[in-house]
């Protein structure tokens, strides 16, 4: 049974810095690309960070130079830095891990909200 267990969320303020982490079991962890999506009330969900097997990451605009992915798959983790943190950041904050080379090895966490106050 694959399970995705994110924390670290909740209430900072503008210009605070929080650490997600999410722990992977039941995959091996080193052929899945691990990433972080974010989801706010009323908007659809976006890609906030990733990392692929290889090392390789991604990062849309919005978040560049103020977040940093990184993973050890020793411990079968996957971690989330927040820094700079601004109330347009506030949303539930999922983990993803999909396998490097069959997309239907696709799972996902339950979720852990971020909340950044002016």
């Known amino acids: 049974q694959v399970q995705l267990v994110e924390s670290g969320g909740g209430l900072v303020q503008s210009g605070g810095s929080l650490r997600l982490s999410c722990a992977a079991s039941g995959i091996i962890f080193s052929l899945y690309s691990m990433a972080w999506y974010r989801q706010a009330p009323g908007k659809q969900r976006e890609l906030v960070a990733l990392m692929a097997s290889d090392g390789t990451t991604n990062y849309p605009d919005s978040v560049k130079g103020r977040f940093t992915i990184s993973r050890d798959n020793r411990k079968n983790t996957v971690y989330l830095q927040m820094n700079s943190l601004e109330p347009a950041d506030t949303a539930v904050y999922s983990c993803?891990?999909?396998?490097?080379?069959?997309?239907?090895?696709?799972?996902w966490g339950q979720g852990t909200q971020v909340t950044v106050s002016s």
């Open positions: 993803n891990a999909r396998h490097y080379r069959f997309d239907a090895y696709n799972y």
